[in-house]
């Protein structure tokens, strides 16, 4: 099982969160912080949302992270990053894929995120077999 949180825009690794790395006690108490005002209330899709479970936070969270990288705000998709790596232990990547506009979100628990490794290929001239 792997360490690794990711955000993934259109394939395109946006974010990664070490969940091996402990916070720091300033980022701790703000995620305790965002935690107590999602447990109060919240609205989602015009619905005011009381007493939320994690689900439900997750996904609230997951659009507010989306609306920030969309932003270019870094700091608040760093924190709503954090949030769900730290509270929602389970979910492993967050799919974020933009279809002319329309931007759908996928939460995916099953999945592990692994790196992805860039291979650097040389050209072959005309006359060069390629070798297997």
Known sequence: MSNI????????????????????????????????????????????IRNAGIEKKAQFVAINLVDALLASNDGVASAMCSYLATRVPNLKQVKVTDNHGQVLIDLIFDEDYTRQVTVQFTGRGKDKPVSH
């Open 5 to 48: 949180f990711a955000v993934l825009f259109n394939g395109n690794p946006e974010l990664e969160y070490d969940r091996s790395k402990p916070l720091s006690e300033r980022q701790h108490q703000f995620l305790e912080k965002v935690d107590q005002e999602l447990s109060a209330q919240f609205v989602m899709g015009g619905e005011v």
